[in-house]
């Protein structure tokens, strides 16, 4: 599993760390580690809608918590529950890093979904990313 909560770190919110082989992979298992704090069974999220992600940040960390707001604000403003599946990363040549993805899922469906915390936003507290000898670690606290 790319990713694991942490129960040490916060009482009142979520916090999770995800890894990977690369930044790109990183992402990823940030975005399906946030969907499982959302919904208990994330397999129960079909992928009948599309929505392309893009943001940018001038470091690692801005990148990550621009990338799972976006998830976030799609919960809050379209009711979606999204999946993250394609996901690439690059840096322009001033250093801005870039993140585009494609994340596929459905509106919220109370009778399938059971959401056992509302996720209202990504925090800064405890933010880290770090490139590590086998890949790339981030620890990430969601505000519930």
Known sequence: ???RFLDDITTADVAFEATAAD????????ADATLAAMVADPASVR????RNISVEGDDVGLL???FLE??????????????VRET????????????DAK?????????????PVDVKAVTFFELSVEETQDGWRAVVVLDV
Not at 23 to 30: I, K, M, R, S, T
Not at 47 to 50: F, Q, R
Not at 70 to 78: I, N, Q, R, T, Y
Not at 103 to 115: N, P, T, V, Y
């Open 47 to 50: 992928t009948d809608v599309t």
């Open 70 to 83: 976006e998830l976030v604000f799609f919960k809050d403003a379209e009711n979606l529950l999204l999946h």
């Open 103 to 115: 994340a596929r899922g459905e509106r919220i469906d109370h009778k399938r979904h059971e959401l």
């Open 64 to 66: 990550l918590y621009r």
């Open 23 to 30: 930044l790109a992979g990183l992402l990823q298992a940030a």
């Open 1 to 3: 599993m790319p990713f």
């Open 88 to 99: 690439r990363v690059h840096e322009s040549d001033d250093g801005i890093l870039t993140v």
